[in-house]
């Protein structure tokens, strides 16, 4: 492809993104609003933004011109997927009873999927009656106006392992799970995506600072894609555990693997250069794409000009930043 043709797909580009972006920011119409149970993900603030997560207020990309045409092209199929209508559904079809030398309790099995298409990914966890409490009195810290008509399940004195408790807990964690998520400021909350995926996530840093890689990196590609169908609307958000996969994979040798993710990592860093993952997923990428005997030197131009722009200091590499996460 000759220059001027190359400059007009990289406008034709621009202009198909500017087209997104327009629509993302559209305020939501009437009948949208009168659906609080699916979210069309391309609402880029809420209504009320002092009650927004934190992490929302970086999450969304912009298109700019010193984006390379695979950017553009990454950006906008970013912009396409948020704009898609969101909506997980809650099943709890079966439960099974731990017995430890002291304990005694319910572990409840949850199915998330997504609706409006087959989802093949679905996430499957376990959590205890102890679980929902906790998320269920945090949640109440924090929302309280929002929890105000929100019911959970009693605790018995007796016969919490009848079969016929169990199975009125089962129906009424499914119910809460699914009310749950109908409120936008909740189901986009930090302490109820905690609820659904940290657990997980502890158990696979546990696993990656303990050199079981295989492990880790099989738990890390199970709640990634939960994790995706949570924050939809925050990219930011998943790059550590994409750049944990990064990690598993680079130290299992598959090198072809650790790039692919690295490449979705950094295209959700494009406008975050300042994010404490860039220049160390920049360095584990260059690396990589080295060793691929793929294109490098576009990366080392990036972190070259990164540096000319910061002070010298020691940079932490990809490892030792994955290793910090979830330190309980």
Same mark, same amino acid.
């Given at each position: 492809?000759?220059?001027?043709?190359?400059?007009?797909?990289?406008?034709?580009?621009?202009?198909?993104?500017?087209?997104?972006?327009?629509?993302?920011?559209?305020?939501?119409?009437? @009948?949208?609003?009168?659906?609080?149970?699916? @979210?069309?993900?391309?609402?880029?603030?809420?209504?009320? %933004?002092?009650?927004?997560? %934190?992490?929302?207020?970086?999450?969304?990309?912009?298109?700019?011109?010193?984006?390379?045409?695979?950017?553009?092209?990454?950006?906008?199929?970013?912009?396409?997927?948020?704009?898609?209508?969101?909506?997980?559904?809650?099943?709890?079809?079966?439960?099974?009873?731990?017995?430890?030398?002291?304990?005694?309790?319910?572990?409840?099995?949850?199915?998330?999927?997504?609706?409006?298409?087959?989802?093949?990914?679905?996430?499957?966890?376990?959590?205890?009656?102890?679980?929902?409490?906790?998320?269920?009195?945090?949640?109440?810290?924090?929302?309280?106006? @929002?929890?105000?008509?929100?019911?959970?399940?009693?605790?018995?004195?007796?016969?919490?392992?009848?079969?016929?408790?169990?199975?009125?807990?089962?129906?009424?964690?499914?119910?809460?799970?699914?009310?749950?998520?109908?409120?936008?400021?909740?189901?986009?909350?930090?302490?109820?995506?905690?609820?659904?995926?940290?657990?997980?996530?502890?158990?696979?840093?546990?696993?990656?600072?303990?050199?079981?890689?295989?492990?880790?990196?099989?738990?890390?590609?199970?709640?990634?894609?939960?994790?995706?169908?949570?924050?939809?609307?925050?990219?930011?958000?998943?790059?550590?555990?994409?750049?944990?996969?990064?990690?598993?994979?680079?130290?299992? @040798?598959? %090198?072809?693997?650790?790039?692919?993710?690295?490449?979705?990592?950094?295209?959700?860093?494009?406008?975050?250069?300042?994010?404490?993952?860039?220049?160390?997923?920049?360095?584990?990428?260059?690396?990589?794409?080295?060793?691929?005997?793929?294109?490098?030197?576009?990366?080392?131009?990036?972190?070259?000009?990164?540096?000319?722009?910061?002070? %010298?200091?020691?940079?932490?590499?990809?490892?030792?930043?994955?290793?910090?996460?979830?330190?309980?």
């Amino acid at each position: 492809m000759d220059q001027d043709s190359h400059c007009t797909a990289e406008r034709e580009l621009l202009e198909a993104v500017s087209r997104i972006t327009t629509f993302s920011t559209t305020s939501p119409s009437d @009948e949208e609003q009168n659906q609080p149970k699916a @979210e069309v993900s391309c609402q880029v603030r809420k209504e009320n %933004p002092e009650k927004d997560d %934190p992490q929302d207020s970086s999450a969304s990309l912009s298109p700019n011109s010193s984006m390379t045409t695979k950017e553009l092209q990454e950006y906008w199929r970013n912009e396409k997927r948020q704009c898609r209508q969101v909506k997980l559904l809650f099943e709890i079809p079966s439960t099974r009873i731990v017995e430890h030398h002291l304990s005694k309790y319910v572990m409840y099995k949850i199915i998330i999927l997504q609706t409006g298409s087959f989802d093949s990914n679905k996430s499957v966890i376990e959590r205890r009656y102890s679980d929902f409490e906790k998320l269920h009195r945090n949640l109440l810290e924090e929302f309280s106006e @929002e929890m105000e008509d929100v019911t959970f399940p009693k605790k018995t004195l007796t016969g919490n392992f009848t079969e016929e408790i169990i199975n009125e807990r089962k129906l009424a964690f499914k119910d809460y799970l699914r009310l749950l998520y109908s409120m936008k400021y909740i189901r986009r909350s930090k302490k109820f995506i905690d609820f659904l995926t940290r657990p997980e996530l502890q158990e696979a840093y546990g696993c990656l600072r303990g050199g079981q890689y295989t492990k880790a990196l099989e738990i890390l590609l199970e709640v990634i894609g939960l994790q995706e169908r949570l924050t939809r609307g925050n990219l930011v958000s998943i790059v550590p555990t994409l750049c944990a996969i990064v990690v598993c994979h680079k130290d299992l @040798e598959n %090198p072809a693997s650790a790039f692919e993710y690295g490449e979705k990592a950094l295209s959700r860093l494009h406008v975050h250069t300042s994010h404490r993952y860039y220049i160390p997923l920049l360095e584990t990428m260059i690396t990589l794409a080295y060793e691929l005997g793929k294109d490098f030197l576009s990366l080392q131009e990036k972190l070259e000009e990164w540096k000319a722009k910061k002070d %010298p200091i020691r940079v932490l590499t990809l490892k030792e930043l994955a290793v910090r996460e979830y330190v309980q």
